[in-house]
């Protein structure tokens, strides 16, 4: 599983009112980040980001190649 990261809010407001979301989701071991802005007059609004990064792909060993044998010197 890879690492990510989540972020929620939510803005209400009486009638003429407004309010502002600024929400920023960051993975703390990558770039990866996701942002949203949201303006909201007399009403309610919510928001959530995330920001993940996938899991990083093992490395499987390469097998080592055989090597060629050169005859013993008992087989000529």
Sequence with gaps: ???????KANV??????SGTINLEAHVSTSQASSKVHVTVTSGSA???VSAYEPPRKK??????????????????
């Design 1 to 7: 599983m890879g690492v990510g990261s989540t972020a």
């Design 46 to 48: 919510s928001a959530q």
């Design 12 to 17: 209400h407001t009486k009638k003429g009112g």
């Design 59 to 76: 490395l499987t060993p390469r097998r080592p190649k055989k090597i060629p044998q050169l005859p013993s010197s008992s087989a000529i």
